[in-house]
């Protein structure tokens, strides 16, 4: 069974704060990591897909790292708005056409 | 470009009772994975189908299954709801599953009462 861990499980920050979250998958039969944003009452809104070790990607104020031999991943929000108040999910694709998903780090951001 | 579709969105059901619920993919899109989500559950993977056949599984007992048709349309099925079953149930749709991003519908709540 595969364990794929977020951290933390919830975030409170101040408008202009930077942010980042962990996620941590198994490395073995590695094939992608998978970034989400999710709303409430929405669906799931894809943010990155990343697949070679050292891989580094970039949407906006959000960004993304990958480390695939030690098996974990960062998302960085600069400068949080309101608006990226959401859950964010990774997800990883480790032999199979399946994604296991973390708990998800939930941030809110106030004014 | 038409998002993944989810119908319906809300159900209500009684125990013992059995529901289908539809997912219909991009257009273009072969790959349709259905997740489950319970409170304090994260996203479960139910199973995943590509060009007809189901190519994996999650662990869930035999009361779920799916099925997918020639226009990529899917559905799922469960027999038997148990209050258990309660829960928002997302497909996702992927051009071939391996790797490619997935797009997510709104999903469809179920309760079973």
């Known amino acids: 069974i595969l364990n794929v861990e977020q951290s933390p499980q919830s975030l409170h920050v101040q408008e202009g704060d930077s942010t980042n979250f962990t996620c941590s998958f198994p490395s073995s039969n590695f094939y992608a990591l998978h970034w989400y944003r999710w709303e409430t009452a929405k669906s799931p809104e894809a943010l990155f897909v990343m697949t070679l070790n050292g891989d580094e990607k970039k949407k906006g104020r959000i960004s993304a790292t990958l480390n695939t031999k030690e098996g974990y991943s960062y998302l960085y929000i600069k400068g949080s708005q309101p608006e990226d108040s959401a859950t964010y999910l990774c997800a990883s694709n480790n032999a199979g056409n399946m994604l296991t998903f973390g708990g998800g780090t939930r941030l809110m951001v106030k004014p | 470009k038409a998002g993944v579709t989810q119908t319906p969105r809300y159900l209500i059901k009684t125990r013992g009772q059995q529901v289908t619920l539809s997912c219909s993919p991009i257009?273009?899109?072969?790959?349709v994975s259905w997740y489950q989500q319970t409170p304090g559950q994260g996203l479960q993977f139910l199973f995943e189908y590509f060009s007809e056949t189901q190519r994996n599984k999650g662990n869930f007992p035999g009361r779920f299954s799916g099925r997918q048709f020639s226009n990529s349309r899917s559905e799922m099925n469960v027999s038997t709801l148990e209050l258990g079953d309660s829960a928002l149930y997302l497909c996702?749709?992927?051009?071939?599953?391996w790797g490619y991003g997935y797009t997510f519908g709104s999903g469809t709540r179920l309760t079973v009462v």
């Open positions: 996702a749709s992927s051009l071939d599953g």
């Open positions: 257009s273009g899109h072969r790959s």
